[in-house]
């Protein structure tokens, strides 16, 4: 049984920051590239952040880049959002994603999904 399991996250000012942790079970950790998504009450889920299964490839949304780090240690099966410079519009929901067979943005790619964690950044 396929398992992520997200933490990290919490309520932090503007101008803070936060590393989330993805710790995943039940897969081969380490052939997958891993995503992570986000989604704010009344909005549709957004994509953050993606990292290719070797580590050589990653893909941030505009609105993260320069911000957001996404990084992988396969020997501990786990993916990582370090978030610094947090703003108020961040604030959501945070999930992490495993895809077998892309690289991708696209949230129908992945096959994957752990029952997130909140992220609130207060003004």
């Known amino acids: 049984q396929v398992q992520l399991v997200e933490s990290g996250g919490g309520l932090v000012q503007a101008g803070g920051s936060l590393r989330l942790s993805c710790a995943a079970s039940?897969?081969?950790?380490?052939?997958?590239?891993m995503g992570w998504f986000r989604q704010a009450p009344g909005k549709q889920r957004e994509f953050v952040a993606v990292l290719s299964w070797s580590s050589t490839d990653t893909y941030y949304a505009n609105s993260v880049k320069g911000r957001f780090t996404i990084s992988r240690d396969n020997a501990k099966n786990t993916v990582y959002l370090q978030m610094n410079s947090l703003r108020p519009e961040d604030t959501a929901v945070y999930y992490c994603a495993g895809a077998r067979s892309s690289y991708s943005s696209d949230y129908r790619n992945y096959e994957y999904w752990g029952q997130g964690t909140q992220v609130t950044v207060s003004s």
């Open positions: 039940g897969l081969t950790f380490s052939r997958y590239s």
